[in-house]
Structure formats: C-alpha cells, structure tokens
C-alpha cells in the first residue's frame, strides 16, 4: 500500500545524502525526521526533528520509528539492532538482509560470486602472513580493504611490491579486510536501480566516474560507454536488485577492464555520489526516486533529458580560512553550487559539489571543472 503524503519518513543518518533526500521529500510534502550522532547534522535545518544518537543505539531508533510511517537509511553502518528495533515501529526499506550483505565487504563479495556476477580475484586477510600471502598471489599491486566500515578512501590503503606490509596492516587496525588484484582498467561507472515495494524496478543509465586518492572527484552522466557495455551494466544491477528483494535504491559500483570485461566492484543500497547529477539530468533525481521507492510510489522517469556533470568540493578548499568564490564559479553558465551544510571543513571532507549541463557529457564536466577551477 502506498504511503501518502503527509505521511512522516524517518531516515537512518543526518549527512548529506539525508538533507538531499528530505528536501526531495519536502517537495512531494513528507514530514521528515532522523536519526544522526550529530544533532547538529547537515539535514537538521531540513527536518522536523533530529534524534541524536549513534547507529548502534536500538532504543534511539525506535524512539525515531514510533513517529513514522516508513524509515530508510543514508548510510549503511546501520547496526542490525537498530535496524530491528525501528521495525518494530514502522517498515525498513532497504531491508536487514539488504544491510546484511553490504555491511561486510568480503561477505559481499561471496554473495555477489554466489549470484554469478563478474567479480575480480580477491583474498580473505586476517593477519600479517596472509597479506603476505596474498600479495604473493594476487600482487604486487593490490587495494587492501577493512570488511567493515570505511568509505571514500578511509580504512583502505593501496600498495604495491615496495610497501611495508607489517605497517600497511597495522594501518587498518589490524582488522579483517579483503585483498584486491590491482586490476587494469579502462574506467569506473556505476549503476542505479529503483525498485518499489511493489516490485516495479528502474534503471538509470550508466554514469561514468573518476577518483582521486580515492574519492569521487567528478561524474558524468550519462556516461559515453559503448552500448552493449551500457546493456551488460544496466542488466547485472537489475539482476542483483532482484536478486536482493531490494526495497529503495542501490548503486552498483563497477569496473570496465582494458580488456573490455566489466566486474562489479562494490553495492551501495542509498543516494550514491556519482547520482548527484540526476537532480540536473533527469526527470526524476535519484532522492524523489529513493522517497518513492520506499513509500510505493511509481516510480518517476529516469531518461537523461540532457547531460550534467558534478565535480566534489572537498575541504580543503577551505584550508588556511579561505573561502571559496562560489559567485566567480557561478558566472559559468549552466552551472548550479550545491553545498551541504556542514562546519568544520577538512582536508578529504566532501562540503558539496558543482554541477553542469551540456549537450554532451564531455561539454557538461567541462563547465563543472571551470567552475571548479574559479573557485
């Protein structure tokens, strides 16, 4: 049944992705509120009420469940007690299971080879000796990620056959973690699939990213990819959305070979980064799609009407007290200035991102990096 306006959301995390997502619900006339460790969270001038509390915190989530209609999340560290105490009170979309499988990296990837999906070689790392191992096997170059937690480069590190492997495992807090071959790639893309409680499912075209030290710097979207890439991508996400009885939306991280393989890299089941741009190119951005998912909505088209490009404002454009000159960025035409909210700007910290049209992607992230560059 679908859940009507002015029903309350509750959404699990108060960052950027939930501020963008309750603006998005504001729009269709929800009621919003969240729960973040921080009261003083990028959606709190957003929403009706914050519920300061950490993701761990089951009472605090039924506290925040018992006043809404439906909860989602905006990040996916969510421990499995909050997310049980909360549906108690009011359905989790994404569901535990979906969180079950993303919150663990190497369990990920062994549900990912178990539905047949292209994945790269990989190892299981518990100690010094297995690093060691592993980098025997798979190496020299290799990504070396904690299972659990991290994102944006955190809790992983990238080494190679001159690397201190007693140091580099000692850096991620001598945790489980996954070894990944250093693969040759020709480009990273990611998907995003829609899927509603009723089970209607949407696809948007591939975007086509690139990272610097391990964050997002800019996408593009669409991205210009062969068709039968864009084919194979857009199936295998729709594949694993049903594949986990997805309620929400899901970005599925991949990579495209030299060789032309493409491998899935990594799930995301919220607002992705690399989506930022829909809210240009699309009809429906990927936050009215995430409010209509989850409330049983129909889904809203997903057809690029033109292309855009975003480009991440990270902190430390901020360094020494500077401030940005957004009005100089701003004189580019088709550009808009997306900030979100947050205090304390520091080096690696996404503080917002700019984004472009064009009539082509390459003319779209042209603006979004001149923008940029003025800033």
Not at 26 to 45: E, F, M
Not at 139 to 156: E, I, M, N, T
Not at 225 to 248: C, F, N, S, T, Y
């Amino acid at each position: 049944m679908a859940i009507l306006p002015p029903a309350t959301i509750g959404i699990l995390g108060g960052g950027q992705l939930g501020r963008m997502t309750a603006l998005a619900a504001r729009s269709l006339g929800y009621g919003i509120q969240v729960l973040d460790p921080d009261p003083n969270c990028s959606a709190r001038p957003i929403v009706d009420r914050v519920v300061a509390a950490q993701f761990d915190d089951a009472h605090a989530a039924a506290v925040l469940a018992r006043e809404c209609d439906v909860i989602t999340i905006e990040i996916e560290q969510i421990a499995p007690s909050a997310l049980h105490a909360a549906s108690e009170y009011a359905p989790v979309r994404p569901g535990a299971n979906v969180l079950h499988v993303v919150q663990d990296r190497g369990r990920q990837k062994e549900w990912l080879a178990a539905q047949g999906m292209p994945i790269g070689p990989y190892a299981f790392v518990d100690s010094v000796a297995d690093l060691q191992r592993a980098a025997r096997t798979l190496g020299p170059s290799l990504f070396v990620k904690a299972c659990h937690g991290g994102y944006d480069g955190r809790s992983q590190i990238r080494l190679d056959a001159t690397s201190h492997l007693d140091a580099a495992f000692a850096s991620l807090g001598s945790r489980q973690a996954v070894a990944e071959q250093g693969l040759s790639l020709a480009l990273e893309l990611s998907v995003l699939v829609a899927r509603r409680v009723s089970g209607e499912t949407i696809v948007y075209p591939p975007a086509v990213n690139h990272h610097e030290q391990q964050i997002l710097a800019w996408s593009v979207l669409p991205g210009e990819l062969p068709p039968d890439v864009v084919r194979k991508a857009k199936q295998m996400a729709l594949d694993i959305a049903h594949a986990l009885e997805l309620e929400g939306i899901l970005a599925v991280e991949m990579f495209l070979l030299q060789n032309g393989h493409l491998l899935v890299n990594e799930l995301a089941p919220r607002p992705h980064n690399s989506f930022h741009a829909t809210e240009l190119a699309c009809p429906t951005s990927q936050f009215e799609q995430l409010v209509r998912a989850v409330c049983d909505l129909p889904l809203g088209s997903v057809e690029p009407t033109r292309s855009a490009a975003i480009v991440n404002l990270i902190g430390d454009l901020w360094a020494d007290g500077r401030v940005p000159d957004f009005a100089s960025a701003l004189k580019v035409p088709g550009t808009r200035l997306f900030l979100y909210g947050k205090t304390g700007a520091r080096a690696g910290r996404k503080m917002g991102h700019l984004a472009a049209i064009g009539t082509s992607a390459g003319e779209a992230l042209e603006s979004a990096r001149l923008a940029a560059a003025r800033l």
